[in-house]
């Protein structure tokens, strides 16, 4: 084959294997989206009275957070557990939930490797749930955690955006069953990102 040809093939390769990836995302317009999320759920739940009731909207709304930060959004790999025990897993009212240990959710944050696991619940098998403390618990967040939700895949591979952590319901209303983390899942580390807690309380 000429060199020209062998040029050429070259230059289609390169070419078709940049236009099969993904596009990197936009660091501001993911700021942007995620900033636009967290302005309507202040909104959805100033029209509502559920889960923050009317005579608390004026104390924890808007909701605050820690700066977003894409460092805090981090790829995942879950390493599956075919485990069939039902796990009673405690809640804020003292009742208990129905949840299964669907993985272990393996990533790097901030040069550490760590490890999450990942839970579905009995009654909703669509879902996974991931329910976690770490070194901000009772000073800048929730001292019973905060939670990230998932939806299950077949690859394996999960993007873990502590960004989206969130507070549970009964941070806003006591009436509200919330499940604790696991000891497994009580981080060793800060993650100043996602929902904070009004010090002002």
């Known amino acids: 084959m000429k060199r020209s040809n062998i040029a050429l093939l070259l230059l289609s390769i390169a070419v078709a294997s940049s236009c099969g990836r993904k596009p ?3 660091e501001q317009d993911y700021v942007s ?3 636009a999320e967290r302005a309507q759920k202040d909104a959805d739940f100033r029209k509502a009275s559920d889960p923050i009731p009317d005579n608390r909207k ?3 709304l808007p909701l605050v957070y820690f700066p977003i930060d894409p460092s805090y959004k981090v790829p995942a790999v879950l390493k599956r557990l075919d485990d069939p ?5 405690p809640t804020s009212t003292g009742t208990s939930r129905r949840m299964r240990r669907y993985g272990t959710l393996e990533f790097t944050l901030k040069g550490q490797a760590l490890k999450l696991t990942a839970f579905i619940e009995v009654a909703d098998p669509n879902h996974l749930f991931v329910a976690f403390t770490d070194l901000t618990s009772g000073t800048e967040t929730y001292p ?10 077949s690859t394996g591979n999960y993007e873990l955006d502590f960004n989206r952590a969130y507070n549970p319901y009964c941070y806003y209303n006591v009436s509200y069953e919330c499940p604790y983390p696991p000891s497994e899942n009580r981080l060793k580390i800060p993650i100043r990102a996602g929902e904070k ?3 002002d309380r």
């Open 144 to 153: 019973a955690g905060r939670y990230l939700d998932l939806t299950p895949n």
């Open 58 to 60: 004026a104390e924890l």
């Open 33 to 35: 989206k995620l900033a």
């Open 85 to 89: 025990t039902i796990i009673e897993m």
């Open 197 to 199: 807690i009004k010090l």
């Open 24 to 26: 990197p995302e936009n």
